[in-house]
């Protein structure tokens, strides 16, 4: 089993619609969790981060974490062609500081 | 504005050459991690460092070694490159204090090896 997977996408969505993406991840003793959004071409650049149970909030996009379910998902809404990228789950484990990402998915924002 | 800085941005080596990719950050962070980003794989953990001269092993070090010196510096290094090396190459850093463990990237280092 992989350490952090996700919905391997490619994920289309309209404008204006919902994206959701969704990450599992197997350590249980896991502690930070991040959303990482990456353009073709570029290097990942962090959009969210949480840390415990719930949702959390910045702007168009919510994480949710539920560690039972050892399951994180990122919520965008209002969706904008500009939002058209690879998205990456990370996890940080209970190994140092150790960060280890998932495959990503690939989501698509039609105009 | 911080910023990790990869030495190389494209390199291209043949098979059985020593490689070295230098990272260097500006920030003062303790960690420094190396990563290799492949088409469908995501990235890849190889090694990281959580003090000068410390090193710990990803879940991919075959092949590869790091090198930290100085706190602001930490290298990769292909002892004897292989096909299979060919990929991106992505250097990043994070603090303790912020306890969260928020990785900023370089650049990445598309590495080809004939």
């Known amino acids: 089993q992989k350490e952090v997977e996700q919905n391997s996408g490619p994920l289309s969505v309209p404008e204006g619609a919902i994206a959701s993406l969704n990450c599992t991840y197997s350590?249980?003793?896991?502690?930070?969790f991040f959303w990482y959004r990456q353009y073709s071409g570029k290097s990942p650049e962090l959009i969210m981060s949480?840390?415990?149970?719930g949702d959390k909030e910045d702007g168009r996009f919510t994480a949710q974490l539920n560690k039972a379910s050892q399951y994180v998902s990122l919520l965008i809404r209002d969706s904008q062609p500009s939002d058209s990228a690879t998205y990456l789950c990370?996890?940080?484990?209970?190994?140092?500081?150790?960060?280890?990402f998932g495959p990503g998915t690939s989501l698509s924002v039609i105009p | 504005d911080v910023k990790v800085t990869q030495s190389s941005r494209y390199l291209v080596k043949r098979t059985g050459e020593k490689v070295f990719l230098e990272c260097v950050q500006d920030?003062?962070?303790?960690?420094m991690f190396w990563y290799r980003q492949d088409p469908g794989l995501g990235l890849r953990l190889i090694y990281f460092?959580?003090?000068?001269?410390?090193?710990e092993k990803g879940d991919i070090p075959e092949g590869y070694s790091v090198s930290r010196e100085k706190k602001e510096r930490f290298s990769l290094i292909l002892e004897s490159a292989s096909t299979n090396q060919t990929s991106m190459y992505l250097c990043?850093?994070?603090?303790?204090?912020?306890?969260?463990?928020?990785?900023?990237f370089g650049a990445g280092s598309r590495l080809t090896v004939l």
């Open positions: 990370a996890v940080r484990g209970t190994s140092y500081d150790k960060v280890i």
């Open positions: 350590d249980r003793g896991s502690q930070s």
């Open positions: 949480i840390y415990s149970n």
């Open positions: 990043a850093s994070s603090d303790w204090d912020s306890g969260a463990n928020v990785l900023t």
């Open positions: 920030m003062d962070h303790e960690n």
């Open positions: 460092s959580y003090d000068v001269k410390m090193k």
